[in-house]
């Protein structure tokens, strides 16, 4: 079944102008992408200009099995020029952006609905009604606090329905627009607070992570229909920060002890650029899918003043490809696998795998191999993201069930058993290096997990 994200993806590639008012996904739309169902397909309204573009780019109207006109499939999308009830005009006048589509709004899905009547349409509604009357005090609540941050001429976007951070929380329709990309504005943390026994500019990057952690925070209320107390959640992100510096600094001292100040070090799947603001005396590259994430991290490269740049990079096109087993001409599903050369173009002296999902961990690692990266470093994450990338990697050999089975455990972090799992599959991946000719040069265990250093 497809996802909303490989649905927007390929309607991406379709020639749809972006003007408002030329098109509107509508029906299951507005609600899957709240999370609210799972989209079967995509049905999208669109203007007779956006037909004509349509056919004009070769895109065949067929009638519709109802018989009451046309609509132009492409692949599970299909476009509509009239629509069942309601006046394109009614349809093409009630929309909002979110995340950078044109939705219908729910107001006007409900009204669609209970103008279709079935039964279908009745649980809909039902879904619709709760899901309104739950989440409009805590929106509003929510969007004044999140407003707060936004200072002059900042961007917002909506990073809703993004794998990582998980930020998919279905009480959030209003405030979709609101998520901060760029929150400069950080709040104020008393003098001294932080040791500066960390690592790097610890100070300035807990500036930059606690209204990231407050903005989790939040929305995690929101997601569990409480009004957010932003007294309360000020505090636990401080704690939660105060976490992170002492997870990263474990592991970059790890680092430190094999790599000279000023060298190259790639990261893929980089995230919001952590470790350049804990070691700026290093070159970081990070690489990464996500383009908020890519501009936070390139914006804290500014406030540290150093050479550390972000580079927007996808190692798999279809990230749900990643979770199945995966067979023949694997490689070629991985985007550019054969001309990675961004790792080579940096000429990077070590690659830092720290809790790069799954396969991308796998993916990167083998790529590193290949391409004679002296210092390798990893720190496991979740094992079950791209699990079929990991799986034609380290552990070709194993049947994939038999190999599922440890990831499973392994995602019980806290128990022994859990432990253990993680242990094995780091194993695998060190089995993995030394055949190519790699030393183990540490390994060890922080607050955030165990790492390893792999050395040519
Ligand atoms: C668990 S986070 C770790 C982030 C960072 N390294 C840290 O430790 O804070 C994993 C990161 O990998 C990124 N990622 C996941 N899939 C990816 C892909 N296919 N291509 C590039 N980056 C990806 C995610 O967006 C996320 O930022």
């Known amino acids: 079944m497809p996802t909303m994200s490989s649905l927007l993806t390929a309607f991406d590639k379709l020639p749809i102008p972006d003007k408002k008012g030329s098109y509107a996904i509508f029906a299951s739309g507005p609600m899957a992408v709240r999370g609210l169902r799972e989209p079967n397909d995509l049905d999208v309204l669109v203007s007779m200009e956006t037909w004509d573009g349509l056919v004009k780019a070769g895109f065949k109207p067929i009638p519709k099995p109802e018989g009451n006109g046309f609509k132009i499939h492409a692949g599970d999308i299909d476009f509509f020029n009239t629509w069942v009830h309601l006046t394109p005009e009614e349809v093409l006048s009630d929309i909002e952006k979110i995340d950078g589509h044109w939705y219908g709004t729910l107001a006007s899905v409900r009204k669609w609905k209970q103008l279709m009547g079935r039964d279908k349409d009745k649980t809909d509604i039902e879904i619709i009604d709760k899901y309104l009357a739950q989440g409009k005090k805590a929106r509003i609540a929510v969007q004044n606090y999140i407003q707060s941050f936004l200072v002059e001429g900042e961007e917002v976007t909506n990073t809703f329905d993004k794998c990582w951070p998980p930020l998919n929380f279905h009480g959030a329709a209003e405030i979709t627009k609101t998520v901060v990309t760029n929150p400069t504005k950080s709040t104020k943390i008393p003098e001294g607070h932080f040791k500066k026994d960390v690592v790097g500019d610890s100070e300035k990057y807990l500036q930059s ?13 929101i997601n569990k229909g409480k009004t957010p107390d932003p007294e309360k959640i000020h505090a636990s992100a401080v704690k939660q920060a105060e976490k992170a510096v002492h997870g990263h600094k474990g592991f970059l001292e790890a680092l430190k002890q094999h790599i000279k100040p000023g060298s190259k070090i790639i990261a893929p799947g980089s995230g919001f650029g952590h470790e350049q603001m804990l070691a700026p005396d290093y070159k970081w590259h990070g690489m990464e899918y996500q383009e908020d994430l890519l501009n936070m991290a390139n914006q804290r490269n500014k406030m540290v003043d150093h050479h550390s740049k ?30 990675i050369k961004d790792f080579e173009g940096h000429h990077p002296e070590a690659i830092y795998l720290k809790h790069a999902c799954g396969g ?43 190999y599922e089975k440890i990831v499973s455990r392994s995602g019980n972090k806290t128990s022994e058993d859990g432990k253990k799992a993680v242990e094995e599959i780091n194993d695998m991946r060190k089995k993995y290096l030394k055949e190519h000719g790699y030393k183990i040069a540490s390994s060890g265990n922080t607050v955030h997990g165990p790492y390893f250093v792999a050395k040519l």
């Not at 749900?320 to 696998?337: A, F, L, T």
């Not at 991308?360 to 791209?386: G, H, W």
């Not at 990991?390 to 070709?396: E, G, L």
Request: charged share 35%.
């Open 209 to 221: 992570i606690i209204p990231l952690y407050e903005k989790d925070i939040t929305q995690d209320a």
């Open 310 to 339: 972000n580079y927007k990079w996808s190692f798999l096109d279809d990230p749900e490809e990643g979770m199945k087993e995966m067979g023949e001409g694997w490689e070629k599903k991985i985007k550019g696998w054969d001309d």
């Open 360 to 402: 991308l961990t796998d993916a990167s690692m083998k790529k590193a191999v290949e391409q004679k990266i002296p210092t390798i470093f990893i720190a496991s994450c979740c094992a079950n993201r791209y699990i079929g990338v990991s799986h034609k990697i380290i552990a070709p050999d194993m049947p994939f069930k038999e």
